[in-house]
């Protein structure tokens, strides 16, 4: 009888000075690595146990194979438990859809765990990295991107919005930047990456033993762990440039940041998306995310800019704990499902949005997907922090 190979591989390397580091390495090729509930249910003890260990002085989290380091989240549980939800006498209580609520609670208590370790991560982020691989990778505290590092938060496409802390971390982007990434879903390469802030390296894939190579034989545990870290990708990061080691594209993002801030900065999401889809180009990337939007969910578009003007005074704890409350609203209506049969079930590509227009949308309906049913202290993630 064949066993079934973990969907996370765990190791240990020992420094020269003895100390160690932790390695997580995805393990699910054939799904991207899109996450699981599995998953999270064995990288967050693992995490917690090495950050609670004097002698592990830094975690390293990749993924295996060339393609990606995480494509998302593992939707074909969710889409089950959905339709199960919505033909049962209890679809308007969005408590009442365990899994989702089981899903998303560890998902982002994982996330959370990360943005808040109390060591250096390094995040290796290699190939496609979209939406709940972006959740993974943003709170690490060292992030690398490579010159195959394709990164997305591209929800919209399947009616949900940019959670696992995307609320967050796109209102912190440069300018409007982060507006016009959750309404397009457009991919960054590894200086997008940069430039919107959720990577720190861009180091050539090559180079990728050699680094931990050099991690090995670093003094750690003098209580500057964090900057030894720094100073071997800085390292990496000049070699890769220095010796043409790998070609990293130019910044979309930084060329047309001028544009996408005249766009995103008109008042109302109806002038800003009607401004997006006038554009007149034949630039490939502006193509692209134009088409994206024009094709998503009108009530993700929604979705996605409320929340980036709503989560702006919230700590981090309490973005999780309002997108948790977001996503069994999506969960319980129509579009998050409906978008993944669509792209993901039947592959017809030919979602019907609920509501088909963003002017069908009325400020009752955005505003009921943020109606918490728990009190503060009963909230599922009353406990995450501050």
């Given amino acids: 009888m064949n066993q079934v190979a973990a969907p996370v591989l765990f190791e240990e390397l020992t420094a020269a000075n003895g100390r160690r580091i932790g390695i997580a390495t995805l393990a699910s090729e054939k799904t991207l690595h899109a996450i699981s509930l599995e ?8 995490l917690q146990q090495w950050q609670a260990d004097p002698e592990v002085a830094m975690v390293l989290l990749q ?14 549980q969710l ?3 959905m339709r199960e939800h919505h033909a049962s006498p209890e679809r308007e ?12 609670e560890q998902e982002y208590r994982l996330d959370y765990l990360i943005h808040s370790f109390a060591k250096p991560i390094l995040c290796w982020g290699h190939g496609i990295v979209m939406g709940g691989g972006i959740g993974l990778m943003a709170g690490c505290s060292h992030r690398v991107v490579t010159e195959k590092s394709r990164l997305a938060m591209p929800e919209i496409t399947i009616g949900l919005y940019p959670d696992v802390g995307g609320s967050w971390f796109l209102a912190r982007m440069p300018g409007k930047t982060g507006v016009f990434l959750a309404l397009t879903g457009a991919n960054l390469n590894a200086n997008d990456a940069l430039f919107a802030g959720l990577a720190d390296y861009r180091v050539a894939q090559a180079a990728k033993q050699s680094v931990i190579d050099a991690l090995l034989l670093q003094p750690w545990g003098q209580g500057c762990d964090a900057e030894l870290l720094d100073r071997v990708l800085a390292a990496a990061q000049g070699a890769s440039v220095q010796e043409g080691a790998a070609v990293f594209a130019p910044s979309n993002l930084r060329t047309h940041y001028d544009q996408i801030e005249a766009l995103c900065r008109r008042p109302s999401l109806p002038e800003i998306v009607d401004g997006i889809l006038a554009l007149q180009t034949d630039d490939p990337w502006l193509t692209k995310a134009m088409a994206t939007l024009r094709a998503g969910s009108p009530g993700s578009a929604w979705l996605g800019y409320a929340l980036q003007k709503r989560v702006r005074p919230l700590s981090l704890a309490e973005v999780f704990r309002l997108e948790f409350v977001v996503s069994l609203h999506c969960a319980a209506r129509p ?3 409906e978008g993944i049969r ?11 949005w609920n509501p088909a227009s963003l002017g069908a949308a009325t400020p009752e309906w955005v505003e009921g997907f943020f109606a918490d049913p728990w009190s503060p202290d009963q909230h599922p993630l009353a406990d995450l922090g501050v």
């Fill in 63 to 76: 993924a295996q194979g060339e393609k990606a380091f995480c494509a998302g989240g593992d939707l074909q």
């Fill in 342 to 352: 669509a792209l993901i079930i039947e592959k017809d590509q030919k979602p019907q």
């Fill in 335 to 337: 579009d998050f499902v």
């Fill in 39 to 46: 998953m999270v249910s064995l990288l967050t003890p693992q």
């Fill in 79 to 81: 889409y089950r438990s």
């Fill in 93 to 104: 209580d969005i408590r009442a859809n365990h899994y989702a609520a089981e899903f998303f």
